[in-house]
């Protein structure tokens, strides 16, 4: 069956940068976007940070544009998040999804538009 498995988490000071993986398996990566969404303690899940693209371009929203970027490889059937001057705000768990896509350079914005969800990896960015 289809299944997300995001790694990569953990602790790290602010002005850190760590690089979270979404490994994908049980589908074709190739035919779906990659979305990344956050949780942070206490707070309901935020909308999408930022997509990858099934013919592997990347967008980030404007918050976190400047300092986020993902990227895919499709034959390791993995995606990236790689997130640099991090703040202690950027805490939470991180989310992969995917959204199945008619046209290889759609963004899928909505989370209703994802089919499958990884568990999570925590991400704490603390001194």
């Known amino acids: 069956q289809a299944q997300l498995v995001e790694s990569g988490g953990g602790l790290v000071q602010p002005g850190g940068s760590l690089r979270l993986s979404c490994a994908a398996s049980g589908f074709a990566l190739r035919d779906y976007a990659i979305g990344w969404f956050r949780q942070a303690p206490g707070k309901e899940r935020e909308g999408v940070s930022c997509?990858?693209?099934?013919?592997?371009?990347?967008y980030c929203v404007d918050s976190v544009n400047d300092r986020f970027t993902t990227s895919r490889d499709n034959a390791k059937n993995t995606v990236y998040l790689q997130m640099n001057s991090l703040k202690p705000e950027d805490t939470a768990v991180y989310y992969c999804?995917?959204?199945?896509?008619?046209?290889?350079?759609?963004?899928?914005?909505?989370?209703?538009?994802?089919?499958?969800w990884g568990q999570g990896t925590q991400v704490t960015v603390s001194s």
């Open positions: 999804a995917a959204a199945p896509v008619q046209y290889t350079d759609s963004f899928p914005l909505r989370d209703y538009e994802y089919d499958y």
């Open positions: 997509i990858s693209s099934s013919d592997g371009r990347a």
